[in-house]
């Protein structure tokens, strides 16, 4: 698999009350589509898109932070057909796709929920290092 593209699509991050205290934040990433892209740049592979949502939920209802897009993998004919036949069945990834997906989901998606929060001054919705 070789991921050719990255899109956010949907950015929204929104504060309604003040930040008091200590904040629990729940973050959670999911597929919530995946098709065949019509890109055709080696005969010999298709071109999967994968559909995803990710949002951060600050308890108390203080605010939420929902980034959607999509994310573009070449794959082998045989294995984009099989990833396809999975997902139509059962709504599920192989193993594998997914890990390699999520990682790439997560990376992008942490760095932007940061930003975000920084700009609405929410707390960053992942732990930042820190100097002890």
């Known amino acids: 698999m070789t991921i050719i593209a990255f899109n956010f699509t949907k950015m929204s991050a929104e504060k309604k009350?003040?930040?008091?205290?200590?904040?629990?934040?729940?973050?959670?990433?999911?597929?919530?589509?995946v098709s065949e892209s019509k890109l055709s740049l080696d005969a010999k592979k298709k071109a999967l898109k994968f559909?995803?949502?990710?949002v951060s939920k600050y308890d108390a209802d203080i605010g939420s932070i929902q980034l959607s897009g999509d994310t573009i993998y070449l794959v082998e004919i045989?294995?984009?057909?099989?990833?396809?036949?999975?997902?139509?069945?059962?709504k599920k990834v192989p193993e594998k796709v997914m890990r390699e997906l999520m990682n790439r989901i997560?990376?992008?998606?942490?760095?932007?929920?940061?930003?975000l929060s920084r700009d609405i001054n929410l707390p960053a919705p992942i732990p930042l290092p820190k100097m002890k």
């Open 78 to 90: 045989k294995a984009a057909d099989e990833i396809l036949a999975s997902w139509k069945k059962d």
């Open 51 to 54: 559909e995803f949502e990710y």
């Open 106 to 115: 997560l990376a992008k998606c942490n760095v932007q929920a940061v930003v």
């Open 17 to 33: 009350k003040p930040v008091k205290g200590q904040v629990n934040i729940s973050n959670n990433v999911g597929i919530k589509d």
